[in-house]
């Protein structure tokens, strides 16, 4: 920091859905942003150097570690937290349900990251098999499950999906 | 709805807010706090000749920094030792800030408060500390030297020396047909949980007040010791574990350095203060674990029946030791797992070295116990030429040997007594899951096409549910819900499911109905702390005597309105009727309400225990006296002694020729922990502890180099096991019932972990022909291995 401040930059996000304006040094971190600028605390910091996956938000609908990520430099996008990951009438959306329902999640610290990146993935590959849901997971650690169970919620989700997605 | 919910596989209550991201950890709390920064020493060893904080003053938005100088009272003594033991001759704490001296690198030497976090760093970076660096004690070979101390009045430095012996071990090995000499090494591995340790502390100077958060094993002892170090009166602390990111061991610890001089901050400035722990300062100033040499002197018959084991080894304890010896007391009693050891004798040194302070992980000293007891049976099997468990099978305790005490004291103080388990039929169970018998027949036939595989078993026994006590507090509330408060804490082991299962069980009430509160000092006082696989036994149990306490005085009451007798009433779905005659019957709600005599009718419900309403005679005071309001009761769990579960793993590993990979082709659990309250969170434990131990015999370690510099304080280098290396896990379970408490329950917290370095060194070895003795092993440290064997094979071929 300078003695006499910091300079601050406007910067614009849409938050799962909602416009933001904010104004943040240029070296505030995304996820500080998020969680103490914007008060959406479900996005959690493991490493902060972009190695765990636990602070994965969808920048324009693709995951990213927002550890490695500044505020101004998404200036204009769509970010998506796992506060984002709910249904549209606020229960839990698919992924979450399903990390509920297979016991996917112990602490809960890393299982935003998670949520996030299954989300995303699961729009890709709607109906993958176990070999390539564990790949999928493949990126984000978890200290506590050994992720066998968090395999088994991807698949679950992806049958959620299928399922909401039918019933259409 | 039912009411029968123990042993059932629910899903777990405290998931929607954690899923959803409303969860509330460390650092979602606080959001006007000051933000907390530290400057860490860089140096292993040295002396701290000046500190100037000229620079750090012209940053906008700091408001204080503090050096020991500025700490006055308890606050500048040296932190608490909290296990003393005689044998902890020359036991040593850190300062809460470096008086003149640092010992390892991450300790911190002065403290910075801003508006937020980056501008506390900018100051941190802006503060000059002048060191004189020191040689420092680097591994375990220095710290055994001595020509450099770490301490300087601890010459040798040894913090501790024990022995613990029952028969004459080396006698008896010195007689035996059989003997066989062997070292063990296990390296440094650490919790590493993905949440950090974290502090947050509001201090309302008007009410003379203080709240902590802290993301901590032990809310309770945390408050304790704050008074203490603060000089507030205890009953003006509160501390609060919120949601906690995992703990794995190293958050039992406390006070921590970084936990005193947040709230003592708070206090002197009249400001809200927080620190959320970065990652790297999690490897340098947190705790690490297993650290450990160890030599086996063994003696067995020819059936491979042991006749005296001795064992001795080296314990580094890190710069401090300010939680005692308990992991290698641990190590030097849980060594001896399922097996009778004919004599046996541990003696250890725990020793000083420039590195972060060992405390108990995950396992806690018996990972290394397993591995040196496993591997000295397949030792002993490879001796005699017969199968491994076989000769593990016939060193077993017997079910009908049970109780069996092995003459020693367990890291509680108490004897080492086992209380049930059945080992022979454990080791069966593991050996059908795995196929153990069908095995040869594989690995001949992959041999054939030029696979190397092996076949791996470990057995192991845990003390769980250690006390002194847990107590807990149930209540039923006038809207007929039940909130349970338990004193100890929870990091992720679904204990506002399980407590709640049981709660709701032994009263009778649905389990939607009931709220867990724990590690919350507000709500309940007295605890001592989630560790040891002990919080399912101990406020599993307490919980049970309490909302069993409720039942009583539910019964009571509704027989009172329903002019019965107690006896003649039962209490499920939430609802006292009257047995045969269902039509009387009285909700609890009511119940609850009739339990606290009211003056003033809150609302309806109410009414219907103000004075003019309630029937009790004019003549009875109003609360009898040996009563006392409310539908509510406290009661504790206080057990002679730890209750001892056991289990075995089975791994069948592949290795490459080329590359030395090792790849799990086969992961098996059987496991005893006595009732189960929640299968699928006992299954949830077991797989992540198999996780931990996969991640401690295949990839992490602590690689400090000549400096004391960790060079791998990463998760770039610190490798954890991602989801591409952790195997299925296949389990079973037995439920040897604990005689020791009314549940019946044992712990199982910890029990995955226990032989993941025991199981894959033999495993590798059966796949290489190569007997493997330090872990963890990597894939160049078995190509060196594989080098090494073939040279003295070539050797002795000439």
Redesign the interface.
């Known amino acids: 920091g300078t003695p006499a401040g910091e300079v601050l930059h406007e910067t614009r996000l849409v938050v799962n859905g909602v416009p933001h304006r904010v104004r943040v040094p240029a070296r505030r971190l995304l996820p500080d942003c998020l969680r103490h600028d914007l008060g959406l605390t479900g996005t959690h910091l493991g490493c902060e150097h972009g190695v765990c996956g636990a602070c994965t938000v969808l920048v324009d609908g693709r995951p990213m570690r927002s550890c490695l990520l500044f505020a101004v430099g998404v200036d204009g996008a769509e970010i998506t937290t796992v506060e984002g990951c709910r249904s549209p009438d606020g229960g839990l959306g698919p992924v979450q349900q399903a990390f509920r329902d297979c016991h996917g999640l112990q602490c809960g610290f890393c299982t935003p990251g998670f949520v996030t990146t299954v989300t995303a993935w699961l729009r890709q590959h709607p109906d993958p098999t176990e070999e390539e849901a564990r790949r999928a997971i493949g990126g984000n650690l978890c200290r506590c499950t050994g992720y066998q169970n968090i395999v088994a919620s991807v698949l679950r989700a992806a049958e959620l999906i299928r399922e909401q997605e039918a019933a259409r | 709805m039912t009411t029968r919910t123990m042993g059932e596989p629910i899903?777990?209550r405290?998931?929607?807010r954690?899923?959803?991201?409303?969860?509330?950890?460390l650092?979602?709390l606080g959001?006007g706090a000051l933000a907390a920064a530290f400057v860490r020493s860089p140096h292993a060893a040295a002396r701290v000749l000046d500190i100037d904080v000229s620079g750090a003053l012209?940053?906008?938005?700091l408001v204080a920094v503090y050096t020991w100088e500025d700490l006055e009272g308890p606050v500048a003594e040296p932190l608490p030792l909290l296990i003393p033991h005689p044998d902890l001759y020359a036991g040593r704490t850190a300062y809460a800030l470096a008086n003149g001296v640092v010992r390892h690198v991450g300790e911190p030497v002065a403290m910075v408060v801003a508006r937020?976090r980056?501008?506390a760093e900018?100051a941190c970076e802006r503060i000059a500390v002048t060191y004189e660096p020191l040689p420092p004690v680097v591994g375990l070979d220095a710290a055994v030297a001595a020509e450099r101390t770490v301490h300087d009045d601890v010459p040798d430095n040894v913090a501790a020396h024990m022995v613990q012996e029952h028969g004459d071990a080396r006698a008896a090995v010195a007689a035996a047909p059989h003997r066989l000499e062997l070292n063990f090494t296990i390296e440094r591995s650490a919790s590493?949980?993905?949440?950090g340790r974290g502090v947050y502390a509001r201090w309302d100077a008007a009410d003379r007040s203080l709240r902590v958060y802290s993301s901590t094993q032990t809310s309770t002892s945390v408050r304790f010791a704050l008074a203490v170090k603060l000089g507030v009166p205890v009953d003006r602390v509160e501390v609060v574990a919120p949601?906690?990111?995992?703990g794995?061991g190293v958050k039992i610890m406390h006070p921590w350095p970084e936990e005193v001089l947040v709230p003592w901050a708070a206090i002197r400035l009249g400001r809200e203060v927080k620190w959320a722990e970065?990652?790297r300062e999690h490897f340098v100033a947190a705790a690490h674990e297993r650290g450990q040499r160890h030599h086996v002197s063994v003696g067995f018959d020819d059936d491979g029946r042991l006749l005296g084991l001795a064992v001795e080894f080296v314990h580094d304890n890190g710069a401090y030791t300010p939680y005692g010896i308990i992991v290698p007391i641990i190590t030097a009693t849980q060594l001896l797992g399922p097996y009778k050891p004919g004599a046996y004798r541990a003696e250890f040194r725990s020793v000083y070295t420039n590195t972060v302070i060992v405390t108990p992980y995950r396992g806690a000293g018996r990972p290394q116990a397993a591995f040196v007891m496993e591997r000295t049976m397949d030792a002993i099997a490879a001796h005699l030429g017969r199968d491994r468990a076989e000769v593990r099978a016939a060193n077993f305790i017997q079910p009908s040997e049970m109780p069996y005490d092995h003459h020693l004291t367990f890291q509680d103080g108490r004897p080492l007594v086992y209380d049930s388990g059945d080992y022979p039929a454990t080791l069966d169970k593991v050996k059908k899951l795995v196929g153990w018998e069908e095995f040869a027949a594989f690995r001949d036939e992959a041999r054939a096409a030029g696979r190397r595989v092996g076949i791996g078993l470990a057995c192991y026994v845990e003390g769980t549910g250690v006390g002194p006590y847990e107590g807990a507090h149930v209540r039923v509330e006038t809207n007929g819900t039940v909130t349970v408060a338990t004193g100890l804490t929870t990091?992720?082991?679904?204990h506002e499911t399980a407590f709640a299962q049981v709660g709701g069980e032994t009263l009778g009430v649905p389990v939607e109905r009931v709220t867990v509160v724990t590690g919350d000092t507000r709500r309940f006082k007295y605890a001592v702390g989630t560790f040891a696989s002990r919080a399912a036994v101990m406020s599993g149990n307490a919980i049970a005597l309490a909302a069993g306490k409720v039942r009583a005085k539910a019964l009571r009451i509704a027989a009172e309105a329903l002019e019965t007798d107690p006896d003649d009433l039962e209490l499920a779905d939430g609802t006292v009727s009257v047995k045969g005659a269902p039509e009387r019957e009285i909700a609890l709600e009511t119940v609850a309400v009739l339990a606290n005599p009211l003056r003033y009718a809150f609302d309806e419900q109410a009414k219907l225990a103000t004075q003019f309403a309630v029937g009790r005679g004019v003549e009875d005071p109003p609360v009898a006296e040996d009563d006392e309001p409310g539908l509510e009761a406290t009661d504790w769990y206080s057990p002679v002694r730890s209750t001892f579960a056991n289990g075995a793993h089975a791994v069948v590993v592949e290795t490459d020729p080329e590359t030395a990979e090792v790849r799990i082709l086969k992961y098996c659990v059987v496991h005893d922990c006595g009732r189960l309250i929640n299968p699928?969170?006992v299954?949830?434990?077991v797989?992540?502890?198999?996780?931990?131990g996969v991640g401690g015999a295949l990839y992490e370690r602590m690689v400090y180099d000549e400096n004391g510099q960790l060079l791998n304080a990463?998760?770039?280098d610190f490798l954890?096991p991602?989801?591409?290396e952790?195997p299925?896990?296949e389990t079973d379970h037995l439920e040897t019932l604990s005689p020791l408490n009314p549940l019946g329950i044992k712990g199982a917290g910890e029990a995955?972990t226990i032989p993941g370095s025991a199981v894959l060194a033999a495993a590798i070895s059966d796949a290489e022909g190569i007997f493997v003795d330090t872990m963890p092993i990597s894939p160049s440290e078995l190509w060196a291995l594989r080098e090494r064997h073939a040279r003295n094979a070539r050797k002795e071929d000439r």
């Open positions: 899903p777990r405290e998931d929607p954690l899923v959803a991201g409303d969860g509330r950890y650092d979602d959001g012209e940053v906008d938005g937020d980056y501008l900018d590493m949980p993905l949440e949601d906690v990111g995992g794995f970065d990652r990091q992720g082991q679904g699928r969170i299954e949830g434990q797989h992540g502890g198999v996780a931990q990463s998760f770039m954890m991602y989801a591409s952790v299925k896990v995955g």
